[in-house]
């Protein structure tokens, strides 16, 4: 088998650069480990910056997301049992957008479908060869049958726990890590939101986050330990330790109800340095991942298949190979702001084993300093609709 480009992952990055790259003419195969129900039963990310929907909108998926999600001009900062808006629409002239990965990625399998474009699910064993040449292929089994694919080119789109990244020779490879000492417990309900914006809590009892998909799905979290499980928590014993954690006014009339979904991630900062290798380019969460505190993993992998898209486009199109080459230089630049951002909102948000009174006290002091200052809530505001691409 031929293609132009094999696209290792069919997770949100693999699959929009798939349907991208199909609708600019350029043929591809998306290679993924799971069943596509098995994808679409993952409940992770829930807010898009503007960049990924316009994105959406090119790769022809986002009809639904444009009928049934929310746009959202602002976010709510609690400590101290009080609480402040920060307007978006004050300092940035673009909403965030409501509308889960799930979601997404199901639109994304959809228009996929539709198009004829190819997708193998449940590979297994996938190794890329002569990564370092102008004729790369990669290897993998099917139904217990060994596959070849010829390729120009190479996106690892294959996540965290993928095999892509590693084949970046350890000698070359840098790899920049911070993991946070919590955890994330989330559920998601068929609740009313507690409020019209997100409410990111900084309490005594550590963190907490109440979300949504919509005006009757909400999405919530409670900063837990790294070792915790969720088998140590019930509905109720979630819902009252949240109710603990954010103003009162949000306690009293919050809605409880039955868990339909409960997970704890983990919280990691991570960069793979570069993000290239010869023919081989990593997108999303293969070469980097944020702790969610701002909602970021999603968005940079969109991000990144943004940079890849327009560099193999540019390359097919007219034989310019200056984005392709430059590739990791250009997407790194963004990543690293992004982590920034994301590791800035979980140190202002979480409370440390390690913390001092005296951390504790600039901790207070930097959501005071926020709450106060309008230019520090431009900074915030433009890092979370969204840097430009
Ligand atoms: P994904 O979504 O992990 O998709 C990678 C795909 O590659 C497949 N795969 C392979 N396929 C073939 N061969 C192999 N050897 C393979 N190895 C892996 C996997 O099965 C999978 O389908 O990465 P992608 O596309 O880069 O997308 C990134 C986003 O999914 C991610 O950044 C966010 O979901 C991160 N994230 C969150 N981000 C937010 O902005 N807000 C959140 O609330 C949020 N919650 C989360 C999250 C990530 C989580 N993970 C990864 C533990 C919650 C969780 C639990
Ligand atoms: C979510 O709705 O799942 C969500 C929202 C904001 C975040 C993280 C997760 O910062």
């Given at each position: 088998m031929r293609v132009q480009v094999a696209i290792i992952g069919g997770g949100p990055a693999g699959l929009l650069l798939g349907q991208l790259l199909h609708r600019s003419g350029i043929d591809s195969i998306v290679l993924e480990r799971q069943t596509r129900e098995y994808v679409l039963s993952r409940i992770r990310a829930g807010i898009l910056e503007r960049g990924l929907v316009d994105l959406l909108a090119q790769a022809g998926a986002a009809d639904r997301l444009i009928a049934e999600s929310y746009s959202h001009d602002g976010t709510v900062i609690a400590y101290n049992n009080q609480q402040f808006s920060i307007p978006f629409s004050k300092y940035v002239n673009k909403p965030v957008t409501v509308y889960g990965q799930t979601e997404l990625t199901r639109d994304l399998y959809d228009a996929r479908e539709a198009a004829n474009a190819k997708t193998l699910f449940q590979v297994e064993n996938v190794v890329l060869n002569d990564?370092?040449?102008?004729s790369p292929s990669v290897h993998c089994v099917l139904d217990g049958r060994e596959i070849t694919i010829d390729c120009d080119y190479i996106a690892?789109?294959?996540?965290?726990?993928?095999?892509?990244?590693?084949?970046?020779p350890a000698s070359v490879r840098k790899e920049f890590e911070k993991v946070y000492p919590f955890g994330w417990l989330g559920i998601l309900s068929e609740t009313k939101p507690v409020h019209e914006e997100l409410v990111y809590a900084n309490s005594d009892r550590g963190f907490a986050l109440c979300s949504m998909r919509n005006e009757n799905l909400s999405r919530h979290y409670v900063q837990c330990a790294?070792?915790?499980?969720?088998?140590?928590?019930?509905d109720n014993a979630f819902w009252d330790e949240l109710k603990r954690r954010i103003p009162e006014e949000f306690a009293e009339t919050l809605e409880t109800g039955p868990s339909i979904e409960k997970s704890i991630a983990p919280l990691r900062s991570f960069v793979c340095?570069?993000?290239?290798w010869g023919r081989l380019f990593l997108c999303g969460d293969a070469a980097h991942i944020v702790p969610p505190t701002g909602a970021k993993g999603l968005n940079t992998a969109a991000s990144d298949v943004h940079y890849l898209y327009n560099a193999l486009k540019q390359w097919y199109a007219d034989k310019d190979h200056h984005a392709i080459d430059t590739y990791s230089e250009t997407a790194l630049k963004r990543v690293w702001k992004v982590e920034r951002f994301s590791w800035w909102m979980t140190s202002m948000l979480h409370r440390f084993p390690e913390h001092t009174e005296f951390d504790l006290k600039i901790q207070q002091a930097e959501l005071e300093f926020l709450q106060s200052t309008e230019s520090a809530q431009a900074a915030l505001a433009i890092n979370y609709v969204g840097l430009p691409y």
């Open positions: 990564l370092k040449t102008d690892g789109c294959d996540g965290f726990h993928g095999v892509s990244r590693q084949h970046i790294s070792d915790d499980h969720v088998d140590n928590w019930s340095e570069p993000m290239q």
